[in-house]
Structure formats: C-alpha cells, structure tokens
C-alpha cells in the first residue's frame, strides 16, 4: 500500500521559504553600510548600534514568541511578524534621522525577525523526531540562500535604483512570501491526527501515548546544562554578528568594489548551506556536544584565518570556512535543545537562549564599530572575537549527559 503524504513536508517547506526570505533581508544590513555613510555621513559605531539594538529586541521578543508557540501554533504569530516585517522595510525607505533607523531598523526589524527561527525549527523538531538534524539542516538551507542570493541583489537593485528602492522592494517581497507561507504552519502532528515522521497508526487511540516529554521551563532553569548553552550561545553570536554586520565595510576598506564585497557576504551564505546540511547529518550521528565542538573549531580557524586575510582570495577563503561554521551552529541548536530538554517546552527554551546570544549580538557591532573609528581597523576586534570563540568552546566541553533534576 502507497504510503500517504506527509504533512511535515509542507512545514518544511513553508520553513526554508521564510527562513530565506526574512533572514537573507536581514544580511543585507552590511550592504547598505557604506550608503548610509555617503549619503547621511554617520559613523559606522551609530550604525552599528541599531543592529545591536535589532539583535537584543529579536532576543527579547524571540522568548515571547516562543511561548505563544507552545500555546497558540506558529500560523497566527508568523503571519503578525511577517507584515511587520514589511512595513518595516518600507519605513526604511524613507530614512531621515538617526532615531528613525533606530526605531525601524532597531525594533521593528527586531520584531519582524523574532520568530523567524524560534517558530520554524520549534515546529520542525515537534513534526520530526528521527533525522531531526537533517530535516532542521535543510529548513536552514532556505537561510544560507536566502544569505547567498539577498546581498547580491540588494547590492544590484542599490547600483541601479538606489537604496531606497531596494528596500521598497524588499519590503513587498517580504510581505507577500512569509504572509503566504505562514498558513502552511502547524504547531505539531498531533493537532493534525498525525504522528511525528509521518509514522502509520492503526486508529485515532495510537494517538494517546504520542503527548510530547520533555522538561518543562522551571526544570529546565534549575539544570547546569541550561545556563552552559545560554552563555555559548551568549559567545556564537557575539562572533556571528560582528562578521555579519561588518565583513562588507571591512572588505571595502582592503579596497574591494561594493559587488565583490557584497559577494564576500553572499559566499558566507552560499557555503553556509554546505555546513547546515552537512552539520546536520552530523548531529544525527554524534549528537549535540560533538556537533557544536566541531562548530566552534571551523570558527576559530575561520577568525584565526581573518587576522591576516587582505587579499581578495584570502577574504573569499574566510568567507568559505566561517559560512561553513555560521550555517552549521544555526542547524545545531534547536535539535541540541530538544535532546537534552525534550520538546514539551522547546519553543520558550529556544527563546531564551537565542535571547542570551542576542545579547552577545547587540554588544559586539557596536563594539567593533567603535574599536574602528577609534583606531580606523578591526584588527583588535577581530582578536576579540577570537578569544570569546575559545570560551565557547571551552564551556561547550562541560556538557554532560544530562539527569532531570528533581523539582
């Protein structure tokens, strides 16, 4: 008998689309870089700071969304995020003053971006149990194209229409696309009559004994194993956005033309889909600690790489070995999540630690903007980063199997 379609399929979907849409307009931020600077002549430490204020509003609301998630499904809160997304976007076309980019960029970005993750890979480890990580390695290959195609075009759409243009048309673009994919979403099989991977049933009572096991918030919290994943995760985005957010100026500076500094970002995503795939595959294997120690390793290498990358082939080369290590951390954490704290509150846990590393995320741009105009490079910020990596690493090493406390 022909095995029935699954609908997991189409959460997998609906996932890869808005993870590309939403995430690949947010990596542009560094293309538009150098065009605030012409055309407004601010430093790059205040435009550095809204992305930072963007990174600790998307942490923020990422815990919120979370728990919606867990409560009410994805559909209602993608669809909310996703036209917020757009209207944020057209704002930015019509940037004047330093608040307003704050206020669109830094918090209505934020916002739009919040559940992009939290909500796609939550739903992914509920509707898929076994290949968890590669199933979550290729709803985050929708990112690494997103990463890939959205710098180059916005770099194309700025040379031809200007900016502003360019973000109008992301606004549309994203309007339309994540509205349309969020109604794919549900928060879970068995809201469907299903069973996660698609598995066969002989009645509606195989159902029963399919609830979700897992932690639930209050446990998690009392657990070393908690606090180890925020603050690693606290050092993955305090590395992550730095380069994110200043790899395009800082391969502008060494002399590179807008396209091909652009290109530089669009390599990190195209080989990021290489590490999500591929770190995927792994973490099925050797599960969450040997899939992050491994991240972190291609990291350092990466950033270590970085110090004296100042040719354009050398630049590309970083750009390869970091997007290797960027695409592969994204794909490891929600799985590492629900194997060591279940999936009974795996949309809040999530939100939480992707918070920690929002934090992270919102000192380091700001950061290294100022180290820059301080010192006119990013050579001691690049150093920086090198050591919050060897941190990481460091605390990843004291996860151990974890034991549910007694409540």
């Not at 830094?106 to 480890?125: E, K, Q």
Request: aromatic fraction near 10%.
């Amino acid at each position: 008998m022909k095995a029935k379609y699954f609908y997991g399929y189409n959460i997998v979907a609906a996932s890869f689309v808005i993870q590309g849409m939403s995430i690949g307009s947010l990596v542009t931020y560094g293309v538009f870089f150098k065009e605030f600077q012409s055309e407004f002549g601010w430093s790059r430490t205040m435009i550095s700071g809204a992305s930072a204020l963007n990174y600790l509003v998307t942490g923020l609301c990422g815990i919120l969304a979370g728990r919606l998630n867990d409560k009410i499904g994805p559909k209602m809160v993608i669809s909310a995020t996703g036209i917020t997304l757009g209207l944020a976007f057209l704002l930015m076309s019509l940037l004047q003053e330093p608040w307003q980019l704050y206020l669109v960029y830094g918090v209505l970005v934020g916002i739009g971006i919040s559940t992009t993750d939290i909500i796609t890979l939550s739903a992914v480890a509920r509707w898929f149990i076994k290949r968890r990580g590669m199933i979550t390695g290729i709803v985050k290959m929708g990112t690494g194209f997103g990463q890939f195609a959205m710098p180059l075009l916005a770099a194309a759409l700025i040379s031809v229409y200007g900016w502003r243009h360019s973000y109008l048309s992301m606004a549309a673009a994203n309007l339309v696309i994540i509205l349309v994919a969020a109604q794919v979403l549900r928060r879970d099989p068995q809201g469907m009559g299903l069973l996660p991977n698609g598995d066969s049933h002989e009645n509606l009572a195989a159902l029963e004994g399919t609830t979700e096991s897992g932690m639930t918030l209050r446990v998690a919290l009392k657990t070393r194993q908690f606090w180890i994943m925020c603050v690693a995760w606290f050092s993955v985005f305090f590395c992550l956005l730095t380069i994110i957010v200043h790899i395009v100026p800082h391969a502008r500076d060494l002399g590179l033309s807008p396209a091909t500094a652009a290109g530089v970002l669009s390599t990190i995503g195209g080989v990021s889909l290489l590490g999500r795939i591929v770190m995927g595959m792994v973490n099925d294997r050797i599960g969450g600690k040997g899939s992050l120690i491994l991240c972190f390793i291609v990291l350092l290498c990466g950033l270590v790489w970085l110090q004296v990358a100042s040719t354009v082939w050398m630049l590309f080369l970083f750009a390869a070995i970091y997007g290797f290590a960027h695409g592969s951390f994204f794909t490891v954490v929600s799985p590492t999540i629900a194997e060591l704290f279940g999936t009974l509150s795996h949309g809040v846990l999530f939100g939480i630690i992707l918070f920690s590393g929002m934090v992270g995320g919102s000192v380091s741009p700001i950061m290294a903007g100022r180290i820059f105009d301080t010192t006119g490079s990013y050579q001691i910020a690049f150093i920086i980063l090198i050591a919050i990596a060897a941190i990481g690493l460091a605390l990843i090493t004291l996860l151990k199997p974890l034991q549910k406390p007694k409540t």
